[in-house]
């Protein structure tokens, strides 16, 4: 048998190539992708959690603040599209880049690769000298 961190690594990309295969099958916003993605999403943060059970949460400091202005600037976006119905939501602009199947199996894959980076980056910045 191989090493855990292999079997882990095998175990991932299966989950992966089954999420990013079932959503551009299943078709735009339908119980299938939905499940996909929301499975893959509940099995990315329990193996996070799981890692990282019993670490203390190192203090964030400044570095969060371009985070939170995206953050801060799409959850305004938002917030105007339900108060002014003319407005398109983020989701309805992202609609015409993803109506392809294959474009939304590479958001699929991207947003996997994204999760697998924030699973796997260090806790904390190397200390400069």
């Not at 969060?64 to 976006?77: I, V």
Request: charged content about 10%.
């Amino acid at each position: 048998m191989g090493s855990p961190s292999r079997t882990r690594r095998v175990a991932a990309v299966v989950v992966a190539a089954g999420c990013t295969a079932a959503v551009p099958v299943s078709g735009e916003l339908s119980p299938g992708a939905l499940l996909a993605v929301g499975g893959t999403g509940l099995l990315a943060t329990a193996a996070g959690l799981a890692a990282h059970a019993g670490a203390g949460a190192p203090r964030v400091g400044r570095r969060a603040l371009p985070w939170l202005a995206w953050l801060a600037a799409a959850l305004a976006w938002e917030a105007v599209t339900l108060l002014d119905g003319d407005l398109p939501a983020l989701s309805d602009l992202a609609d015409p880049l993803l109506a392809h199947p294959a474009a939304r199996a590479a958001a699929t894959l991207g947003w996997l690769a994204a999760g697998a980076w924030l699973l796997t980056r260090p806790a904390a910045p190397p200390e400069r000298s």
